[in-house]
Each structure stands twice: as structure tokens, then as C-alpha cells.
């Protein structure tokens, strides 16, 4: 009884806890499944146990997706603001600038 334990547990600690998912979360979400097992991983085979993680990490796939989902639908139509040019354009722009700033403190210019 204790090797299958250790079994569980190890696969727990892989599966949950390395791969970055909350344990507490995790615990919530068993309960929430299978309230009459709960938590005590002697109540849990290790093929259970491994089916009731990958049903865990499966709901947790869709949710992150859903979210990304929302925000990309959320997200303002920008495509026609952008205005694609070439290098030598960018250039004679960036130069006119300067000169419209040189230009504009050399007018500016007080002496007193």
C-alpha cells in the first residue's frame, strides 16, 4: 500500500505541481468531481487518479484558450491605421522631421 502511494503522490507532484497548476485549485476541483472520494489518494487508483489530472489539466486548456478567445475578439480593429512603408520612405520622413524641428527653433530663437 505504501509503494502505490508513493506512486500517486510522485505522479501528483509531476503532473500538478511541476507543471505550474495551483494545488489548492486542483484539490477544488476533485472535490468538486468526486466529493464521496475526495482527497485521500488511498481512495484513488493510480489510473483514476491519472484520469481525474488529465480531465483537470483538459479543463484548464479550454478555460486559458477561451480567455485568449475573448481578449482577441475584444481588441480594437486597428488594421487600418497601420501604414507599411519602405526603408527609404521612413528615412526622407524622418529627415523632413528633423529639418521641421531645426527649422522651427531656429525661427523660434530669441536672443535677449
Known amino acids: ?3 502505490k502511494f508513493t506512486k ?7 503532473e500538478i505541481i511541476n507543471k505550474g497548476y ?5 484539490e477544488d476541483f476533485v472535490l468538486l468531481k468526486e466529493p464521496n472520494r475526495g482527497q485521500d489518494l488511498t481512495q484513488w487508483t493510480y489510473k483514476e487518479l491519472l484520469r481525474i489530472i488529465q480531465l483537470y489539466q483538459q479543463e484548464k486548456k479550454e478555460k486559458q484558450s477561451d480567455s485568449y478567445q475573448l481578449i482577441e475578439l475584444d481588441s480594437p480593429d486597428i488594421s487600418d491605421q497601420i501604414q507599411i ?3 527609404d520612405t521612413f528615412v526622407k520622413k524622418q ?3 528633423s529639418i521641421k524641428i531645426v527649422y522651427y527653433f531656429y525661427n523660434n530663437l530669441s536672443l535677449d
Open 1 to 3: 500500500m505504501n509503494q
Open 8 to 14: 500517486e503522490q510522485q505522479l501528483l507532484v509531476d
Open 22 to 26: 495551483n494545488q489548492d485549485d486542483f
Open 85 to 87: 512603408i519602405d526603408r
Open 95 to 97: 529627415t523632413q522631421e
